[in-house]
């Protein structure tokens, strides 16, 4: 594990974005890694100097690199929410109702 370290985390990076992955999918995975290598240094099974080497590589940005961003996440269509009311508790349609009024608030 001695031998990685950040230019190998950005070729580990690199091959992400070459296979279509998003932004912040990347990111994350990249984020994965790096807390393998923390509880490697745990665990005492690489050295400490390893993690904070990978620590130094910043995440990707948005608008910074070529890297494709992700559809933005809508809320579900009002019709969909209906369709499912009679399949849900009392607790749980509330609980959506709630939830929905902060997104409406939100956006």
Known sequence: ????????LKA???SFVDRGACRTY???LTQKIRRIFRWAVSEELTPPATYQALQA???LKRGRCTVRESEPV???PKEHLQAVKAHL???VWAL????????LHFW
């Open 26 to 28: 990347v990111n994350q």
């Open 89 to 91: 508790s009392r607790q």
């Open 57 to 59: 590589v910043p995440g």
């Open 12 to 14: 580990v990076r690199q």
């Open 74 to 76: 809508n809320p579900v």
């Open 1 to 8: 594990m001695e031998e990685f370290g950040p230019k190998a």
């Open 96 to 103: 959506i109702q709630a939830v929905r009024q902060d997104i």
